[in-house]
């Protein structure tokens, strides 16, 4: 087999040797525009993990790369003059340089045909002469550029602006250092690689970058040239944190982080490697371990496909099958990760222990419970930290909340949900069930979803209403059992159909389909939704009829018994329709700006607050995932005038509200939405939507991203998730209500299994929690 190599950086090389090892007799040509002893970038890190599948492949280079490694397993968070570390992660990290030579005497003594200062051939005649082309030349890929009608790449330039540089100053731990300047926050990434260097990557939101007067330094440089003026300014900036060191450049200027993706990643007998097939941000890892780790996959699939009589093609389908999903992962933590540092401003400012947290949990990958598992006693300071004065050891979910006049025992509400089992409005046995059952389940507020104000304002016959007074003693039924055997607070969704009403109950998905003989639909404007027929626009005398009706529901939900109570403002229902831009084309004082879209459901809201007392919270989309409609700074906007009319928290969504829509959907997808809100707007937020469990939902209440989270398909699957989430954590305060009748189950069911014997004679000292690189200590 004929293999050609694009590329000599880590990936290329490491590939290149791995595949000669597997087999002696293949022919492998590697080959590298630049000079054997020029590289780029300072030192690259690696995780366990990837360390751990390296050792596996090739313990020569294993063995080589581990008497060069620097390793700690503390990160070191700098902020407001406070340090803040947690331990137990493990890194090491080596210099790109010794990196590349390694990889280079491991090729050389292979056989491997290594051919430095000089361009690859074209493509096209690499593919008519070699058996496999791998194309592992960068960010910037020729090679995906000339075949970018089939690997149909995605390029994401973001925002923020950043530059490699190193220290001589030896840092003892993977470090974060946020400064607060007066150009705004300034963010350095910053690690070991050797016994005398540090990588120190300085990042920058555009607004700080401006403003420090970045913009007008370094322009026009050449090729290889690095930016000292701009180096300069960085070092006066952080001098305090440098202490004397200096900072160390190799071709560093500002440059933006680009994120790439492919459709696919091979093309024949062609295929990608990578940062030509992706890249994630430096935030949460090196591109150079997700390179070595394709070339550790691509490698072992062609020896699969060796030993199985297999071709080219289907070992580069399974190499692209097993990685694609872990790149994939990676991606979405990167994203995650990039975006908290691209809105860096809206965490700044919070308490250093916060702070912190926030930053270690950005990316969703590491959490609550994962931190505890490694470092014990940081996540038991940071519980003594958030709590609000418990008798027990109390974790975030399980802290009560005060909201409007009224505390909840725990963080947790129970989403609303449609039930479609009303009969004319009136909620039975079917609402008593449900409602009584995620109560009993331990949420401290449990939410009834979608209550029409009108018989026309439901969305289906079937949905429960709060229009005439015959509907007060059903619901009274239902409070009143549920204030009797639960310690749960119980709240309503007032909302209004628009033009999404007049349906037959959905089968599959939100929408169902027209009723044969409905009623007409109303909206700020005359758009239909889906297949369903156009709504009439609403006058300015029927606005105000609509605004006596949610005041009155407001009133029947007080003598309901109701302690909380709910404005639907989202998911394309009346109130949210009047709010978006892509269904309020009105040109009165309902429509045009954000001022004038709010005008109505501020209405409502002023209404609403005249008669009801008790807590009240909105549900708005924060935005509409859909060009031209509603983005998260006018949510911000939405959520403080809400805020300003006696609102006392948002229940943060996104969507629904277009059929066009393309929401980027996953775990925890809406709670950057929520924190935005909570930052800005200054009111407290309910984060809901991919948030299943109880870690993910502590480690969103303790990062400040949100003070209530809003469980809903996982409360659809375990009604009791509230309380096996108290059982799971050890948790038996008053924030975990058993109810008597339920109190016997309050221990977990003995599980099977036995004991294990200790049969070591000399057990295996643990691994210290904090590990520090100390280079001749």
Known sequence: MRIAVIGGGPGGLYFAALAKRLDPAREITVWERNAADDTFGFGVVFSDETLDGIAGADPVIAEAVE???????????????????????????????????LLRRRCADLGVDVRFSTPAPDADELRRDHDLVVAADGVNSATRAKYADVFRPSLDERHCRYMWLATDRVLEAFTFLVRETRYGPVQVHAYPFSADRSTFIVELTENTWRAAGFAGLGRDLPPGRSDEESVARCAALLGDFLDGYSLLTNNSKWVRFTTVRNATWR??????????????????????????????????????????????????????????????????????????????????????????FNLLTRSRRVTYDNLRLRDPGYVAALDRWF??????????????????????????????????????????????????????????????????????????????????????????????????????????QLSHSGRKGSTDVPVAGSSGV??????????????????????????????????????????????????????????????STFLSPLTNQRTDRYGGGLDGRLAFPLAVVDAVRAVWRKPLLARISAVDWAPGGTTVEDAVRIAAAFAAHGVDAIDVSSGEVVPHERP??????????????????GIPTIAVGGIS??????????????????????????????????????????GAHWPPIHAAGRAKPPSAGRARPALALHPAEPEPVHQRWRPGR
């Open 67 to 101: 008497a060069e490694f620097a390793r700690w397993s503390d990160i070191d968070i700098h902020y407001r003059d406070t340090v803040r570390t947690s331990g137990g992660h493990g890194f090491a990290a080596i210099e790109r340089k010794r990196l590349l030579q």
């Open 267 to 356: 093309h024949e007998n062609l295929v990608l490697l990578g940062d030509a097939a992706h890249t994630a941000h430096f935030s949460i890892g090196s591109g150079t371990k997700l390179a070595m780790e394709d070339a550790l996959a691509l490698a072992a699939a062609l020896g699969t496909a060796s030993r199985d009589g297999g071709g080219i093609g289907p070992a580069l389908e399974r190499y692209e099958t097993e990685r694609r999903p872990v790149v994939e992962s990676t991606q979405r933590a990167a994203q995650a990760s990039l975006e908290w540092f691209e809105t860096i401003d809206h965490a700044v400012g919070q308490e250093p222990d916060q702070f912190a």
């Open 387 to 492: 709590d609000t004065g418990q008798d027990v050891p109390t974790p975030p979910l399980f802290q009560p909340f005060p909201l409007g006049g009224t505390t909840l025992r725990n963080r947790v509400v129970s989403a609303p949900v449609a039930l479609y089992r009303a009969s004319a409005g009136v909620p039975g046995d079917a609402e008593l069930l449900h409602l009584a059952g995620k109560a009993l389940g331990g949420s401290g507020l449990v939410l009834a979803g979608m209550t029409a104000v009108s018989a026309e304002g439901r969305v289906t016959p079937a949905c429960a209403g709060l229009y005439d007074d015959g509907q007060v003693a059903a619901w009274r039924r239902i409070t009143d059992a549920v204030h009797e055997h639960s310690g749960s607070l119980l709240g309503v």
């Open 514 to 575: 027209p009723l044969d003989r409905g009623w007409e639909t109303v909206a700020p404007s005359p758009l239909a939704y889906r297949g369903l027929p156009a709504p009439r626009e609403l006058t300015g005398g029927e606005l105000d009829v609509l605004v006596g009706e949610f005041a009155e529901a407001a009133a029947r939900a007080d003598a309901a018994g109701f302690d909380v109570l709910e404005l639907q403002a989202g998911h394309g229902f009346l109130l």
């Open 664 to 681: 980027a959907y996953g775990r925890g997808y809406q709670t950057p939405f929520a924190a935005r809100i909570r930052s800005a707007a």
């Open 693 to 734: 469990g109880y870690d993910d939902a502590n480690s969103v209440l303790l990062a400040g991203r949100a003070d209530l989270i809003g469980v809903g398909r996982a409360h659809l699957h375990d009604p009791a998730w509230t309380l096996h989430a108290a059982a799971d954590l050890g948790y038996r305060g008053p």
